[in-house]
């Protein structure tokens, strides 16, 4: 069974940085992709950020391109998400999820197997 923490939440003003983390139990974390979503109150889930089993290939939703890199580090079990730039839209529960079904990420929430229990990023204006 795996399991995912995130980190790094908090709260920041607009135009601030913050680094977020997702580390994984299990010794076989390199076997899965990763995605970056988020949920805002009163929103559906929404696809932020994925990235391949090894780290080469990513993809990031409009909102977020430019500002936000997804980025792992097999070695200590973890990817990250960079966030630069924030804006008061970007607030919302970060989530990170994983399968191992295929070398592809997926928008589509329903499409991975574990789940972290989420950090609260807040920005302020």
């Known amino acids: 069974q795996v399991q995912l923490v995130e980190s790094g939440g908090g709260l920041v003003q607009a135009g601030d940085s913050l680094r977020l983390s997702c580390a994984a139990s299990?010794?076989?974390?390199?076997?899965?992709?990763v995605g970056w979503f988020r949920q805002a109150p009163g929103k559906e889930r929404e696809f932020v950020a994925g990235?391949?089993?090894?780290?080469?290939?990513?993809a990031y939703s409009d909102s977020v391109k430019g500002r936000f890199t997804i980025s792992r580090d097999n070695a200590k079990n973890t990817v990250y998400l960079q966030m630069s730039s924030l804006k008061p839209e970007d607030a919302a529960v970060y989530y990170c999820a994983m399968t191992s079904r295929n070398n592809y990420y997926s928008r589509d929430p329903n499409y991975y197997d574990y789940w972290g229990q989420g950090t609260q990023v807040t920005v302020s204006s």
């Open positions: 990235i391949s089993r090894s780290g080469v290939d990513t």
């Open positions: 299990g010794r076989t974390f390199s076997s899965y992709v």
